[in-house]
């Protein structure tokens, strides 16, 4: 059983177009996130959510909207997608907000915008 | 802020050989530090941990030591294999932050046999 599965794996879409992807969690975990890898693999974070409450939102173009329907599930829709949405988007989860535990990574969605 | 900065990459070993790559960071507080790697294709798997000044994480033959007087947590492995080519994250946890897990730029290990 995959503990953090995203999906789709891959997204090639048009400028304009609105996508989404989603995010399920089998752990039991409390905390999902939304991390954006660049093309120098580089991690920024974008969203947390605790038991489906937003924790934090950093500065992200707000074409990006997550939507958390129950604590497994952590979901990212973006309007209006430019090239530079271009990136693979991870989502992962920890057993809480603690500091003393690391995340739990999906294997990511690679999104290419055409 | 929290910031993590890491040694510049890519890092090319020969297998055998002993592997050191450099993290230092800055933080406000007591961080807890966590290194990951990524395989090609694949999301990011926790490697180890510490969480705590003088704390020694270790798994899978690869170590780090918690250096609060040096702000430093280095990563090593004694004798690196084929399989170890990746690219390894040196993060950071602190309070109050959510949970926001703060990574460096990543260091692409690449090993030949």
């Known amino acids: 059983d995959t503990a953090v599965s995203q999906t789709p794996k891959y997204l090639v879409t048009q400028m304009g177009n609105d996508k989404s992807i989603k995010c399920e969690q089998n752990?039991?975990?409390?905390?999902m996130y939304w991390y954006k890898q660049d093309s120098k693999k580089f991690l920024k974070i974008m969203f947390s959510y605790n038991n489906k409450e937003l924790i934090i939102n950093e500065t992200v173009p707000n074409r990006f909207s997550p939507k958390s329907p129950d604590k497994a599930h952590l979901n990212l829709h973006i309007n209006s997608l430019e090239l530079g949405d271009s990136a693979v988007y991870f989502c992962?989860?920890?057993?809480?907000?603690?500091?003393?535990?690391?995340?739990?990574f999906g294997s990511g969605t690679r999104l290419t915008v055409v | 802020g929290n910031s993590v900065t890491q040694m510049e990459g890519p890092v090319t070993l020969s297998e055998e050989a002993f592997l050191t790559i450099n993290c230092t960071y800055t933080a406000t507080g007591y961080p807890s530090l966590f290194w990951y790697v990524q395989y090609p294709g694949e999301g990011l798997q926790l490697l180890l941990k510490?969480?705590?000044?003088?704390d020694k994480g270790s798994n899978k033959g690869f170590e780090a030591t918690y250096r609060k007087e040096t702000t430093s947590f280095h990563l090593e492995k004694g004798s690196v294999q084929v399989s170890d080519s990746a690219v390894y994250f040196c993060?950071?946890?602190?309070?109050?932050?959510?949970?926001?897990?703060?990574f460096g730029q990543g260091t692409e290990l690449s090993v030949k046999p």
């Open positions: 752990l039991g975990h409390d905390t």
């Open positions: 993060a950071l946890k602190s309070y109050n932050q959510g949970g926001k897990l703060i």
């Open positions: 992962a989860s920890s057993p809480t907000q603690g500091v003393n535990y690391g995340y739990t």
């Open positions: 510490a969480t705590k000044a003088d």
